[in-house]
T-cell receptor
């Protein structure tokens, strides 16, 4: 099931710079997208989400952009901090809250001090 | 801030044994889920639960799996006869109507 893809397994950025994490999807029926942060041996922590009726959502240092025509979303973290180092997953769903999330494979972000 | 809790944090069992994984969702949430992550793989959906019944389940969620909300606070996942391939991190999640899912810390299940 490759409906949600994160093609970069890892990303390294300097502290204070921008981190851009990318995610592509294939199912045009997806209408809600989420980003999660995950540390080893912990559960995914919700970061930010976006509905398909929007193309941008911002929350503090985190901004998610959605390009429906390209079936692409990205998460921008500005400025990046060492505590942001973790695995980031994008996830997608369609329909209501009972419906499943489809997760990507994750991108390991390392923020260098 | 309210959070999802799960017990135990680590469960070791013998193949063929039954296990029950427990979760306490966020108190005002109405939708409940189980996901799992086998080491090195994606987080995978198992089941969603709403209004005291299963709403959706994946192919993984076969007859060996069941879920229950025995009271107003707990949500459990039972695996009747565990297999080696059931070894994974199991995550409970809950949501209210806004579709954001909040996950618990997980239970690491090891089947020997």
């Amino acid at each position: 099931d490759q409906q949600v893809k994160q093609n970069s397994p890892s990303l390294s950025v300097q502290e204070g710079r921008i981190s851009i994490l990318n995610c592509d999807y294939t199912n045009s029926m997806f209408d809600y997208f989420l980003w999660y942060k995950k540390y080893p041996a912990e559960g995914p922590t919700f970061l930010i989400s976006i509905s398909s009726i929007k193309d941008k959502n911002e929350d503090g240092r985190f901004t998610v952009f959605l390009n429906k025509s390209a079936k692409h979303l990205s998460l921008h973290i500005v400025p990046s901090q060492p505590g942001d180092s973790a695995v980031y997953f994008c996830a997608a769903s369609r329909g209501g809250a009972t419906n499943k999330l489809i997760f990507g494979t994750g991108t390991l972000l390392a923020v260098q001090p | 801030e309210p959070e999802v809790t799960q017990t135990p944090s680590h469960q070791v069992t013998q193949m063929g044994q039954e296990v029950i994984l427990r979760c306490v969702p966020i108190s005002n949430h109405l939708y409940f889920y189980w996901y799992r992550q086998i080491l090195g793989q994606k987080v995978e959906f198992l089941v969603s639960f709403y209004n005291n019944e299963i709403s959706e389940k994946s192919e993984i969620f076969d007859d060996q799996f069941s879920v229950e909300r025995p009271d107003g606070s707990n949500f459990t996942l039972k695996i009747r006869s565990t297999k080696l391939e059931d070894s994974a991190m199991y995550f409970c999640a809950s949501s209210d109507n806004d579709r954001r899912r909040f996950f618990g810390p997980g239970t690491r299940l090891t089947v020997l």
